[in-house]
């Protein structure tokens, strides 16, 4: 009896999948390059987000108000 290799003709499923963008060296760069990024814009303009935070307050809080209750006359689980 001869042997007959069944194994498939191509990679393994495993092997041709890729990784997520984050987790490349790539995406870690952009990461922290986007977070120190961030930490010199907040040092840098702390004078005016500090004069702008009452605003910046009532926007975020208007609008999670807005969209999580779906706004006013809702409340209820029906859908």
């Known amino acids: 009896m001869t042997h007959h290799d069944?194994?498939?003709a191509e990679p393994k499923a495993d092997e041709d999948r890729r990784q997520?963008?984050?987790k490349t060296p790539a995406g870690l760069a952009?990461?922290?390059f986007l977070?120190?990024?961030g930490v010199l814009l907040v040092f840098e303009h702390r004078?005016?987000?500090l004069?702008?935070?009452p605003l910046?307050?009532?926007?975020?809080?208007?609008g999670m108000h807005?969209?999580?209750h779906r706004g006013h006359g809702g409340g209820s689980d029906e859908r």
Do not use: E, K, R, T
Request: charged fraction near 0%; proline fraction near 7%; hydrophobic fraction near 65%.
């Open 6 to 8: 069944h194994s498939p």
């Open 20 to 22: 997520p963008f984050l």
């Open 30 to 32: 952009i990461c922290v």
């Open 35 to 37: 977070a120190v990024g």
């Open 47 to 49: 004078v005016h987000l």
């Open 51 to 53: 004069g702008a935070w």
């Open 56 to 62: 910046l307050f009532l926007l975020v809080c208007g």
């Open 66 to 68: 807005f969209f999580m």
